[in-house]
């Protein structure tokens, strides 16, 4: 969030030094009064710190607008070590003022200088102090160092600049950092609200609307690519039974354990099981053809199996048994016909006797 600031506000701020710099030459360029005017006869190095000041400022905007990645990293290095030269040239100007008697001008100068870094950089205490601190160190130095008749005004003038400042960089700061709190707690609900869009809340599994999503993308590719892509339609047996002798709870925790069951026998993080409604779950396979397909209803089978949930009432077996339909894409089927044959397959295997898989044929 830093980074990204700093390369939105930083051009501005460049801006901000480039416009200073112009009047500061003006100023001596086109006052009455003879003492400014004469400031840059005596004092030739004037000219040549507004100079560089103008070739970095318009040299650091030219780069960060041209850059190629407006948030790369090496961007906030690049603006924050322009600043930093910058800085120690107006450590330079504001020596010379001071030195050369035109002291009118430093304190209003300085002060909006240093406010206007307060504004374009107060999110980076590391950036924001590099600039700032030099200037006003040299500045209060040097109000004693070349004494006026405002020597003590001036040095309670910039006591009073240092407290106004510090207070505005910890309110900024304050809202900079609240302003990132709550932006990261609503993308941390975005992620939530997508998470109960796209998965069943009980298994974890991706719920109906996910999955026909996923099967729209993979019969895409399947029309472009030529790949194959297999469902598995897979029914809890007698699942109404189940819940009925050992209640809705356990009914629960069995369909949990059966979506684990579901995952672990996936090939890849391609493979999608998702929850059908009710005890029915449908895993797609892109990729798969029929065999492969064959192969991961054998190791679901087997998973099961080994859980060994009991189901004192069902017909088929004392555990918890599944039955299953596999089906292949062929072409011009779409995505209706496609889960009604692996249907169509599930219901041929109920009536072949459950526990047991069968393939969908015309």
């Not at 318009?58 to 407006?70: C, E, N, T, V």
């Not at 684990?260 to 053809?289: M, Q, W, Y």
Request: charged share 15%; net charge positive.
């Amino acid at each position: 969030m830093r980074q990204r600031a700093i390369t939105v506000s930083g051009p501005w701020f460049l801006w901000v030094n480039l416009l200073f710099c112009l009047f500061i030459l003006g100023r001596h360029y086109f006052s009455p009064l003879k003492q400014v005017a004469s400031i840059t006869q005596s004092y030739p190095a004037m000219e040549i710190i507004m100079a560089l000041i103008l070739v970095i400022a318009s040299s650091a905007i030219f780069i960060l607008r041209m850059a190629h990645d407006q948030y790369a990293e090496w961007l906030s290095k690049f603006l924050h070590g322009a600043l930093m030269c910058i800085s120690a040239l107006w450590v330079g100007c504001f020596y010379l003022f001071l030195a050369s008697g035109d002291s009118r001008i430093v304190f209003p100068f300085a002060a909006l200088l240093i406010f206007t870094a307060l504004i374009s950089l107060y999110f980076d205490g590391r950036v924001l102090l590099s600039f700032t601190l030099p200037i006003w160190v040299v500045i209060l130095i040097c109000n004693f160092v070349y004494p006026s008749e405002l020597t003590v005004l001036n040095a309670l003038l910039y006591v009073l600049l240092a407290c106004l400042f510090e207070s505005g960089r910890r309110i900024l700061r304050g809202w900079f950092v609240l302003a990132i709190n709550r932006e990261q707690e609503n993308r941390v609900l975005i992620k939530q609200l997508q998470n109960l869009a796209n998965h069943d809340p009980l298994t974890g599994l991706a719920n109906r609307r996910s999955f026909h999503l996923l099967l729209a993308k993979a019969m895409q590719r399947h029309e472009q690519c030529g790949t194959s892509v297999s469902l598995i339609m897979l029914d809890v047996d007698y699942f109404k039974k189940y819940n009925d002798h050992y209640g809705h709870q356990a009914g629960d925790e069995c369909l949990v354990k059966i979506a684990k069951c579901l995952e672990a026998a996936t090939r890849s993080i391609h493979d999608v099981a998702a929850r059908f409604g009710g005890e029915e779950f449908i895993i797609l396979l892109p990729e798969a053809n029929q065999q492969q397909a064959i192969e991961v209803a054998k190791r679901i089978q087997q998973n099961i199996q080994d859980l060994a949930i009991q189901h004192a009432a069902s017909p088929v077996a004392p555990y918890v048994t599944i039955s299953l339909g596999i089906t292949n894409l062929t072409p011009a089927t779409n995505a209706t016909r496609f889960i009604a044959q692996a249907d169509a397959a599930l219901y041929k295997a109920k009536e072949a006797g459950r526990n047991q898989w069968q393939i969908f044929s015309n």
